[in-house]
């Protein structure tokens, strides 16, 4: 399949067809042209001037789409349909085909699905040729319902259905997230943008195999929300890689997605990895951080990853607290670890306490929810030595051994 893609560039603006053509790649797309128009303002009905469509339309040979680099609306999709011959897309459109092509679950394919219902829904004016009405049969009054009404009420049904199905997943996942919380269980989540080396990054951390996740060098490899048990300093922690996001990422999809992001907000922290290879990595942090706030994510601690020091030779400035690794080459991993256990074990405290056999129980809770540094079992008791939280200890402080 082969495409041209669309650009329009506003004053003061820098921007480059780079990511859009990382987005085609990843959709199995092949760039055959590029057209890039400065502009003031955009055309209400074509997006583009009429020259640069005219122009367009001399350079049409084989190719099988056209593809710009902003989300259209209907009025203009239809108006380039009808003026090119050919399929007008966006770039909203191919971010949701990657996504359909992507989506392994049950909860992904749901909230595609969603996603691409409220994209379709406000299109659908500009997308159908069969605007007629249907004529009223006998026993009917009126002129019938036009073929578009059907359509938009047949997906509005879909949507309803879409969104019940999801409902029921996202209840499982808060179940999940309530059995953790119980747990009491430290959470750490990556975010960052999409190629980031997110999932590299949790592969670092995961010792067996099985653990491992997907990881590719393109975009949004990772659609799947997927949760790890680690360990940080022999602390017992709980990692969750997510999906990446991107700039401009549709709103549709965010909406959708909204359920697995749900993850995010219940992190005790945060990883922000980052491509520091990528010369545009400032606007990539924006573009989470934004994505972050639109979320309600504002208060939970971040540490910025500044991943794949391997590609990279020129020193950027830092945003504290922060670390520069090589996820790949596992390289800065200690440091990395030493700075998630200052932001999350810094109240930790040791305790020794001697547990009489008849508290049995109290000693394997300490066991499954402390890191146990040394234990005994002695004449009348066990003995164990370990590293919590003074509220994790403070039921069990008659075990506190006196010195």
Same mark, same amino acid.
């Given at each position: 399949?082969?495409?041209?893609?669309?650009?329009?560039?506003?004053?003061?603006?820098?921007?480059?067809?780079?990511?859009?053509?990382?987005?085609?790649?990843?959709?199995?797309?092949?760039?055959?042209?590029?057209?890039?128009?400065?502009?003031?303002?955009?055309?209400?009905?074509?997006?583009?001037?009429?020259?640069?469509?005219?122009?367009?339309?001399?350079?049409?040979?084989?190719?099988?789409?056209?593809?710009?680099?902003?989300?259209?609306?209907?009025?203009?999709?239809?108006?380039?349909?009808?003026?090119?011959?050919?399929?007008?897309?966006?770039?909203?459109?191919?971010?949701?085909?990657?996504?359909?092509?992507?989506?392994?679950?049950?909860?992904?394919?749901?909230?595609?699905?969603?996603?691409?219902?409220?994209?379709?829904?406000?299109?659908?004016?500009?997308?159908?040729?069969?605007?007629?009405? !249907?004529?009223?049969? &006998?026993?009917?009054?009126?002129?019938? @319902?036009?073929?578009?009404? *059907?359509?938009?009420?047949? %997906? =509005?049904?879909?949507?309803?259905?879409?969104?019940?199905?999801?409902?029921?997943?996202?209840?499982?996942?808060?179940?999940?997230?309530?059995?953790?919380?119980?747990?009491?269980?430290?959470?750490?989540?990556?975010?960052?943008?999409?190629?980031?080396?997110?999932?590299?990054?949790?592969?670092?951390?995961?010792?067996?195999?099985?653990?491992?996740?997907?990881?590719?060098?393109?975009?949004?490899?990772?659609?799947?929300?997927?949760?790890?048990?680690?360990?940080?300093?022999?602390?017992?922690?709980?990692?969750?890689?997510?999906?990446?996001?991107?700039?401009?990422?549709?709103?549709?999809?965010? !909406?959708?997605?909204? &359920?697995?992001?749900?993850?995010?907000? @219940?992190?005790?922290?945060? *990883?922000?990895?980052?491509? %520091? =290879?990528?010369?545009?990595?400032?606007?990539?942090?924006?573009?989470?951080?934004?994505?972050?706030?639109?979320?309600?994510?504002?208060?939970?601690?971040?540490?910025?990853?500044?991943?794949?020091?391997?590609?990279?030779?020129?020193?950027?400035?830092?945003?504290?607290?922060?670390?520069?690794?090589?996820?790949?080459?596992?390289?800065?991993?200690?440091?990395?670890?030493?700075?998630?256990?200052?932001?999350?074990?810094?109240?930790?405290?040791?305790?020794?306490?001697?547990?009489?056999?008849?508290?049995?129980?109290?000693?394997?809770?300490?066991?499954?929810?402390?890191?146990?540094?040394?234990?005994?079992?002695?004449?009348?008791?066990?003995?164990?030595?370990? @590293?919590?939280?003074?509220?994790?200890?403070?039921?069990?402080?008659?075990?506190?051994?006196?010195?």
């Amino acid at each position: 399949m082969k495409a041209i893609l669309v650009q329009v560039q506003f004053q003061n603006e820098e921007k480059s067809l780079v990511e859009l053509e990382a987005l085609c790649q990843a959709c199995h797309i092949d760039v055959d042209q590029e057209f890039i128009q400065k502009r003031e303002k955009i055309d209400v009905s074509t997006y583009i001037g009429k020259g640069k469509v005219q122009e367009i339309k001399r350079n049409i040979t084989d190719q099988d789409m056209i593809i710009f680099d902003d989300e259209l609306s209907p009025l203009q999709i239809r108006n380039l349909t009808d003026i090119l011959g050919i399929e007008v897309t966006d770039r909203t459109d191919l971010i949701l085909r990657i996504f359909d092509q992507r989506a392994k679950t049950k909860e992904a394919k749901l909230q595609i699905e969603i996603a691409r219902y409220l994209y379709l829904l406000p299109r659908l004016i500009g997308m159908q040729e069969h605007l007629s009405h !249907q004529q009223g049969g &006998s026993g009917f009054r009126g002129r019938g @319902e036009k073929q578009i009404e *059907l359509d938009r009420r047949l %997906i =509005s049904r879909k949507l309803t259905k879409a969104k019940k199905e999801l409902a029921n997943t996202v209840k499982q996942r808060q179940t999940q997230r309530q059995r953790r919380k119980q747990n009491d269980m430290p959470v750490i989540a990556l975010v960052g943008y999409t190629n980031s080396g997110k999932s590299t990054l949790m592969n670092a951390f995961c010792l067996e195999d099985k653990q491992k996740v997907l990881q590719q060098d393109m975009l949004f490899a990772t659609l799947q929300t997927a949760t790890r048990h680690i360990s940080i300093h022999h602390h017992p922690c709980l990692l969750t890689d997510t999906v990446g996001f991107i700039d401009r990422l549709p709103h549709h999809l965010v !909406q959708a997605f909204r &359920s697995t992001l749900e993850e995010v907000k @219940e992190a005790d922290l945060l *990883l922000h990895v980052i491509d %520091i =290879s990528q010369p545009n990595y400032m606007q990539h942090i924006n573009t989470t951080n934004e994505v972050l706030r639109s979320l309600g994510v504002v208060d939970t601690p971040v540490i910025y990853v500044y991943n794949k020091i391997d590609l990279n030779r020129v020193w950027f400035p830092p945003q504290e607290p922060c670390v520069y690794i090589s996820a790949k080459d596992k390289k800065g991993l200690d440091e990395l670890e030493n700075e998630i256990s200052h932001i999350l074990f810094k109240d930790y405290e040791v305790y020794e306490l001697n547990i009489p056999y008849e508290d049995g129980e109290v000693f394997n809770y300490l066991h499954h929810h402390c890191l146990v540094v040394e234990f005994k079992y002695l004449q009348e008791s066990i003995y164990i030595k370990v @590293e919590a939280k003074r509220k994790e200890i403070q039921p069990y402080r008659q075990y506190i051994s006196k010195h």
